[in-house]
Nanobody
Framework: QVQLAESGGGLVQAGGSLRLSCAASGRTFSSYAMGWFRQGSGKEREFVAGISRSGGSTHYADSVKGRFSIFRDNPKNTVYLQMNSLKPEDTAVYYC?????????????????????WGQGTQVTVSS
């Protein structure tokens, strides 16, 4: 079992940057593909970015492509989401999630039901 804890959220002005971190417990972090999702007030949870277990494959939602970057540090059991050029519409609770995969599986999952474990979320608020 994996426990996930997000951090790094906060209030930032439009055009600013934040880096979210997601620390995972356990010794098998490198067996999991990781994803970041977000959920705005009154909206459904949506995919933001995902990364394969090795870090060699990534995928982004069109709305964040070119502004956000996902990367991971397997020895530190941590995945990050670097968010630049933030916009008010990026305001949401951001969640990290883990999906148990094989080493050969580099397809990034974008659907919530394909992830096995979730963190509690961290609030990101972008003011205009």
């Amino acid at each position: 079992q994996v426990q996930l804890a997000e951090s790094g959220g906060g209030l930032v002005q439009a055009g600013g940057s934040l880096r979210l971190s997601c620390a995972a417990s356990g010794r098998t972090f490198s067996s999991y593909a990781m994803g970041w999702f977000r959920q705005g007030s009154g909206k459904e949870r949506e995919f933001v970015a995902g990364i394969s277990r090795s870090g060699g494959s990534t995928h982004y939602a069109d709305s964040v492509k070119g502004r956000f970057s996902i990367f991971r540090d397997n020895p530190k059991n941590t995945v990050y989401l670097q968010m630049n050029s933030l916009k008010p519409e990026d305001t949401a609770v951001y969640y990290c999630a883990a999906a148990l995969t094989t080493a050969q599986d580099v397809i990034i999952r974008t659907r919530t039901h394909l992830y096995n474990y979730w963190g509690q979320g961290t609030q990101v608020t972008v003011s205009s």
